[in-house]
C-alpha cells in the first residue's frame, strides 16, 4: 500500500467548485432590490455551514443567530429580539476561534446595526419596509436611467437607428458614453448570473456607428422663455438639449476654446476622438442652442446673466488641480496633469520628446497623462502610487492599457519632495516606499516602509491627484458652498437665489460622464417645472417581439484593442469595436429581465420622463 497518494479532484469536488462559482457570480451581481433582513438570514446561514464545529461560539452561535433571523422573518419576533440579535452577534464577533467566525459575527452586526429600522419594520409590520427599485436590474444601475433592454433588443434586430433613439430620450450623448462609459450598469446585469454579464458599452458604441439613416427629435412649440447654461461640459450640455426639446431658447457659455468640458479637456483622442465628440455635440447644437465660447461667467456676470434670462444652470465642473504640498512643488517641470490635457485639448500639446516623465496618482486622469506622454515622445514614463495597483482608482482596462504602452507603474510608493538642479528645474523625485496596512476610509492605507528614501530621476513631473471646483466668485456672492462644491435644494435649485439652479461636476465634486449626463437631465425637467411648464420627454418606439430563446451558457464578447507597438505612434482610437456576428451574438444573451423579470411584474418600461 503506497504511503502518500497524488491529489486528484474527485467528481463531488469538481461539482462543489462548480457551485462555488455558480455563488460567486450571483453574488458578483450587485442586487439594487434587497429584502436587508433576508440577505442578512441568507448570509448568517450561508456562514454556518463553513463552520468546522470546533468553537462554541462559532458552531451554537451561528444556528442560534439564523433561528433569530427566522423569526423575524416568519412573524415570531418581538422588540426584545433585535437587542438579543445585536448580542449573540457581538457574542460571536469577539469569541470565535478564527475567521469563520469572527468575520460571520461583524458582518451580522453590521447588519442589525445598519438596517435596524428594516428589522422593526418586519416586526411592527409584518412586511419588508425596504424601498425596492420599480425597474430591471441594469436600468436602476444606470444613473441616466437607459432603457438598456429595450435598446439591445433592437440592435438584435438590426434597428440601430431606433436604439440610438431609444437611448437618446434619456442620453443625448451615445456616441461618446459608447466609448469611454464607465458602465455601472453590466453591475447588476443577471447575465453574470448565468455567464459573464453583458457587453453593454459595446452594443452602444455598435448601434451609433451603424445607424442606417440621420433623424432628428421632436421639439415641443417655442415657450418665449429664456435660459442661460454656464459650462459646456458633458452636464451643461445635456441641459440645454432638453431644454430645447422643450420649447425653451437656450444658450450655452463656456470659458475655453470648444464645448465639451473634461470629454474634450481630459479624456485623449485615443479614448474619445476629437471628431466624434465635435459631431454628436454640433447635432445637439442643432436643436437651436446657441453658444457663447471663450466667455468666463464670475460672480458679476452671473448676476447679469440671472436678470437676463428667466433661468440659470451653473455647471462649471471640476477643472482646478489639486496640489501635493511638497517641496519645490512650484519648480519649472512640475505641471498639473490637468492643464497638460487641457493643452492636448486645445491641440497644444507639450514637446516631451526624449524626457523621462513621473505621473504621480492612480486614477485615469494620471492614466490618460502617462499614455499621452508616450504618444508625445517621452523615453520613459513612470506612475507613482503610493498604494497598491489593486487599489487604484482607474479602470481595469486604463491600467492594463498603459502598462502594455510601456508606462512602469511604482506602488506602494508615496513622494516626499521634488528634487531640482543646479538650474532650478526638477531632476527627481524623492520618494519613500510604503507598506499596506489596515483599512482606513473604505481602502487598506499605507504608511512607510523600513526602506531608505531614494530620488526617481526624471525631467517632468504631473501631477494628478485629483481636480478642484472654482467656486470662489460664487462663493464671493452668497452662494453656500462646502469643500469647494455648490450647495443645492433636492431639486437642484441654488437656496436663496431665485432661478438660478446647478449641477455636475461643481455640486457633486467630480464624478462619471454618466452622472454629469444624469445631473444635466434632471436639471432640465427641474427648471421646466420652474418655468411653469410640464412637458415630457417621450419616444414611441416598437421594439421587436420577444421571444423567450432560453438560457445556455455563452461567452461574452469583448472589445480588442490595436497592437501596443502600433497605437503608441498615433492618436486613433485603441478600441475596436464589435463585429456584426459579435454584435448580433451578444445583444441575443440578453435575458430580457423587462419581459420575464421584475420590470414586468413591477409595469414595465419607462416611455417618457
Not at 91 to 97: G, N, Q
Not at 293 to 305: I, N, Q, S, W, Y
Not at 392 to 403: F, L, P, R, V, Y
Amino acid at each position: 500500500m503506497a504511503r502518500l497518494h497524488v491529489m486528484e479532484r474527485s467528481h463531488a469536488q469538481a461539482v462543489m467548485d462548480d457551485l462555488h462559482d455558480a455563488l460567486g457570480r450571483r453574488l458578483a451581481v450587485s442586487s439594487l432590490a434587497p429584502c436587508p433582513v433576508e440577505f442578512a438570514a441568507a448570509l448568517v446561514n450561508l456562514c454556518a455551514t463553513q463552520s468546522c464545529g470546533k468553537c462554541t461560539p462559532c458552531r451554537v452561535g451561528l444556528k442560534a443567530l439564523s433561528g433569530l433571523l427566522e423569526d423575524v422573518l416568519e412573524n415570531r419576533a418581538e422588540d426584545s429580539t433585535l437587542d438579543l440579535i445585536e448580542r449573540t452577534a457581538e457574542t460571536i464577533f469577539l469569541s470565535s476561534d478564527c475567521a469563520i467566525g469572527y468575520e460571520a459575527g461583524s458582518m451580522a452586526l453590521m447588519a442589525i446595526r445598519g438596517f435596524r429600522d428594516d428589522f422593526e419594520h418586519h416586526i411592527h409590520k409584518h412586511s419588508c419596509g425596504f424601498d425596492r427599485a420599480e425597474l430591471v436590474p441594469c436600468v436602476s444601475g444606470c444613473p441616466a436611467g437607459v432603457d438598456i433592454p429595450g435598446y439591445i433588443s433592437l440592435v438584435e434586430a438590426g434597428r440601430y437607428t431606433d436604439a440610438v433613439r431609444v437611448i437618446r430620450k434619456d442620453n443625448p450623448l451615445p456616441v461618446i458614453c459608447g466609448l469611454v462609459c464607465e458602465h455601472p450598469c453590466e453591475m447588476h446585469c443577471r447575465r453574470g448570473m448565468v455567464d459573464d454579464p453583458m457587453n453593454i458599452l459595446a452594443l452602444k458604441r455598435y448601434a451609433t456607428e451603424h445607424m442606417e439613416r440621420e433623424y432628428r427629435p421632436w421639439i415641443a412649440e417655442e415657450t418665449g422663455k429664456r435660459v442661460a447654461i454656464i459650462g459646456g461640459g458633458p452636464a451643461g450640455i445635456c441641459c440645454a438639449y432638453y431644454l430645447a426639446l422643450m420649447g425653451h431658447k437656450v444658450k450655452v457659455f463656456e470659458a475655453r476654446k470648444h464645448l465639451g468640458g473634461m470629454l474634450r479637456y481630459g479624456i485623449p483622442s485615443y479614448r474619445l476622438p476629437r471628431e466624434r465628440l465635435q459631431e454628436e455635440i454640433d447635432w445637439i447644437l442643432d436643436c437651436g442652442i446657441d453658444v457663447e465660447l471663450e466667455r468666463c461667467v464670475d460672480g458679476p456676470g452671473l448676476e447679469r446673466l440671472r436678470g437676463e434670462y428667466d433661468a440659470v444652470y451653473l455647471a462649471i465642473g471640476a477643472h482646478n488641480d489639486k496640489k501635493l504640498g511638497l517641496e519645490n512643488e512650484g519648480a519649472p517641470g512640475v505641471e498639473s496633469a490637468v492643464r497638460m490635457l487641457r493643452a492636448i485639448g486645445d491641440e497644444e500639446p507639450p514637446d516631451l520628446t526624449g524626457q523621462r516623465v513621473v505621473v504621480i496618482g492612480g486614477g485615469n486622469v494620471a492614466m490618460d497623462v502617462a499614455r499621452s506622454s508616450v504618444r508625445l515622445g517621452a523615453e520613459k514614463v513612470s506612475i507613482v502610487y503610493r498604494r497598491r495597483t489593486a487599489d487604484m482608482t482607474a479602470q481595469d482596462a486604463e491600467i492594463a492599457g498603459a502598462q502594455a504602452e510601456g508606462c512602469e507603474v511604482l506602488e506602494l510608493t508615496a513622494p516626499m519632495g521634488i528634487e531640482v538642479g543646479e538650474d532650478g528645474r526638477v531632476h527627481g523625485v524623492r520618494v519613500q516606499p510604503q507598506i499596506i496596512g489596515g483599512p482606513r476610509r473604505g481602502r487598506p492605507a499605507p504608511r512607510a516602509a523600513d526602506e531608505p528614501e531614494h530620488v526617481i530621476e526624471c525631467d517632468r513631473v504631473f501631477v494628478a491627484i485629483g481636480q478642484d471646483i472654482d467656486s470662489a466668485p460664487f462663493e464671493a456672492m452668497g452662494i453656500a458652498c462646502k469643500w469647494g462644491q455648490i450647495q443645492t435644494a433636492a431639486d437642484g435649485s441654488v437656496p436663496g437665489f431665485d432661478g438660478l439652479f446647478s449641477g455636475g461636476d461643481c455640486q457633486t465634486g467630480p464624478a462619471t460622464v454618466i452622472r454629469a449626463i444624469n445631473a444635466g437631465k434632471v436639471a432640465a425637467a427641474n427648471i421646466d417645472h420652474y418655468l411653469g411648464f410640464d412637458h415630457k420627454v417621450s419616444l414611441e418606439v416598437e421594439l421587436p417581439p420577444v421571444k423567450f430563446k432560453g438560457k445556455r451558457p455563452c461567452g461574452r464578447c469583448e472589445l480588442g484593442e490595436r497592437e501596443a507597438g502600433e497605437r503608441i505612434h498615433d492618436w486613433t482610437l485603441v478600441e475596436q469595436g464589435l463585429t456584426e456576428q459579435e454584435a448580433k451574438q451578444e445583444a441575443s444573451r440578453c435575458l430580457r429581465c423587462d419581459h420575464f423579470g421584475l420590470g414586468a411584474f413591477r409595469g414595465g418600461r419607462i416611455t417618457q420622463w
